[in-house]
């Protein structure tokens, strides 16, 4: 199996910044196309953001602009870069491909919270 690890949420103001990390035991961040989700309380599971192979992103609308999907090939880690962050933002963050969400386990996340 394939065990995403989430790091690099905390807590900030609005306004701040963000990096989250996702690192993978596999090259699935390689090989795959890969994306960023997060879920907020009481609400269901959203794709963020996602990445080809090729490298080419796209972003759910709420978050354009202000994030920006990377990844590394050779450290097998991808990367969200927030921006800006809003209340809205807050949620727990977590990686994953959008090939394997009903055949892989999620990992832990990461919290992200943003104060007003």
């Known amino acids: 199996q394939v065990q995403f690890a989430e790091s690099g949420g905390g807590m900030v103001e609005s306004g701040g910044s963000l990096r989250l990390t996702c690192a993978a035991n596999d090259g699935i961040i390689r090989f795959y196309t890969m994306a960023w989700y997060r879920q907020a309380p009481g609400k269901q599971r959203e794709l963020v953001a996602s990445?080809?192979?090729?490298?080419?992103?796209s972003y759910v609308d709420s978050v354009k602009g202000r994030f920006t999907i990377s990844r590394d090939k050779t450290r097998n880690w991808m990367y969200l870069q927030m921006n800006s962050l809003k209340p809205e933002d807050t949620a727990v963050y977590y990686c994953?491909?959008?090939?394997?969400?009903?055949?892989?386990?999620w990992g832990q996340g990461t919290q992200v919270t943003v104060s007003s």
């Open positions: 994953q491909s959008p090939s394997t969400t009903t055949t892989q386990p």
């Open positions: 990445i080809t192979l090729d490298n080419s992103p």
